[in-house]
C-alpha cells in the first residue's frame, strides 16, 4: 500500500480490529441459547453475527423473527449477564496491536477507541487485555442514540480528542466502519482478519487494506 495519511489522530474499531474477542462471545451466545433451549451456534456463525452490537447478536443467534419483544429483551439479558462472566477471559490483542499502539502514542498521535460493544464491557475489557492507557477517548454503543454506522460515534470521538474529521483515520474491519467514516468524512482502512459479518473485506469501499496493524505506523510517517 503506498497511501499515506497525514492526520493526528487514529480511531480503532475494537472487536476483530484490536482484539479477538470471539471465544468469549461464541461461548456466551452458547450458553445463553442452551439456557433458553435453543439450538447452539458454530463459532463461525457467531463470528459472522458480530458488529451491530448485543442485541443484534443476539437477534442473529435466536434467528426468531416473530418472538416478543419482551421474551426478546430478556433473551438480551441472559447474554449479558453471561458475557459478564466470559468477557475478557480468551480475548487477546491481534498481532503487533500492542507495539503499534506504543508507536503512535510515543510519535504523539492522539488515539480513540469507537465500538458498538457497550460501556460497561468495553472498558473491563481494556483494561483486562492492558490497552486502556492508550485511549483519550472511548465511544460505545450505548453512549449516542446512533450507533456505527451512522456517523455520530466517529464525529463525537473526534470532538472528545479536539481533532476536526479531516485530521483522523479510521481503522476498522467490517463494512460498518467504513460506512460510518465515509459519512463522518474519515478515511478508513480495514484489517483482513476481522469480523466482516459474512462480506468479504477486498469488496468493501475503503482507502486500503492492512493484514497486521504493524503496517500502520509507516503509512503516518512513523
Known amino acids: 500500500m503506498s497511501a499515506r495519511f497525514d492526520v493526528d489522530a487514529v480511531l480503532f474499531d475494537l472487536d476483530g480490529t484490536l482484539l479477538d474477542t470471539i471465544d468469549d462471545l461464541h461461548e456466551a451466545a452458547n450458553r445463553m441459547l442452551a439456557e433458553l433451549g435453543r439450538p447452539l451456534r458454530s463459532r463461525e456463525e457467531v463470528r459472522n453475527f458480530v458488529g451491530k452490537g448485543i442485541p443484534k447478536l443476539v437477534e442473529r443467534c435466536l434467528a426468531e423473527p416473530d418472538m ?104 476498522g474491519d467490517s463494512a460498518n466502519d467504513a460506512e460510518c467514516a465515509r459519512a463522518a468524512g474519515v478515511p478508513v482502512l480495514l484489517m483482513t482478519y476481522g469480523y466482516t459479518e459474512g462480506v468479504p473485506v477486498d469488496t468493501i469501499n475503503c482507502d486500503g487494506l492492512l493484514s497486521r496493524l504493524a503496517e500502520l505506523p509507516p503509512l503516518l510517517g512513523c
Not at 465500538?115 to 450505548?142: I, Q, S, W, Y
Open 68 to 171: 416478543g419483544a419482551a421474551d426478546f429483551d430478556a433473551a438480551v439479558d441472559v447474554f449479558r449477564r453471561h458475557y459478564r462472566d466470559t468477557n475478557g477471559r480468551r480475548a487477546v490483542p491481534f498481532d503487533t496491536v500492542r507495539d503499534t499502539l506504543d508507536t503512535l502514542k510515543a510519535r504523539g498521535f492522539a488515539m480513540g477507541v469507537v465500538t458498538n460493544k457497550a460501556r460497561d464491557f468495553t472498558e473491563p475489557l481494556l483494561v483486562a487485555t492492558g490497552l486502556a492507557d492508550h485511549f483519550g477517548a472511548l465511544v460505545c454503543g450505548d453512549m449516542l442514540p446512533n450507533k456505527k454506522p451512522a456517523p455520530d460515534m466517529v464525529l463525537h470521538a473526534c470532538a472528545a480528542l479536539a481533532v476536526p474529521p479531516q485530521r483522523t483515520l479510521m481503522v
